[in-house]
């Protein structure tokens, strides 16, 4: 008895999102998204440092939005990397740092 399995086809219907694209141009999109807002919080980071060091200003949150910004970047390589190499494990620290964006703003 021997066990077929079906060959994987890439271009069929189910792996097509709601805007009539596929799935991986959408994430593509989505990644190109979050890119920009990396480089616009990385923009913002830079006015902070330069804030910081013409007057008096909480180091806490300095520090707080460098941190977040680390963290950002590392997540932001590993999304582009699981969807360049096609390995969806590489995508859960995305997930996990919405998870986890939505629940601190809520």
């Given at each position: 008895?021997?066990?077929?399995?079906?060959?994987?086809?890439?271009?069929?219907?189910?792996?097509?999102?709601?805007?009539?694209?596929?799935v991986m141009t959408g994430a593509k999109i989505s990644a190109s998204i979050v890119t920009v807002a990396v480089i616009l919080n990385t923009l913002y980071v830079i006015i902070l440092v330069y804030i910081a060091t013409?007057?008096?200003?909480?180091?806490?949150?300095?520090?707080?939005?460098?941190?977040?910004?680390?963290?950002?970047?590392?997540?932001?390589?590993?999304?582009?990397?699981?969807?360049?190499?096609?390995?969806?494990?590489?995508?859960?620290?995305?997930?996990?740092?919405?998870?986890?964006?939505?629940?601190?703003?809520?």
């Amino acid at each position: 008895m021997s066990q077929v399995r079906p060959t994987f086809d890439p271009n069929d219907p189910k792996y097509i999102c709601c805007c009539g694209c596929h799935v991986m141009t959408g994430a593509k999109i989505s990644a190109s998204i979050v890119t920009v807002a990396v480089i616009l919080n990385t923009l913002y980071v830079i006015i902070l440092v330069y804030i910081a060091t013409q007057s008096k200003f909480d180091d806490g949150y300095f520090y707080y939005q460098i941190g977040s910004l680390f963290v950002f970047i590392v997540v932001l390589c590993c999304l582009w990397y699981g969807l360049i190499k096609e390995r969806e494990g590489w995508l859960l620290p995305m997930l996990i740092y919405m998870v986890i964006n939505l629940v601190m703003a809520g």
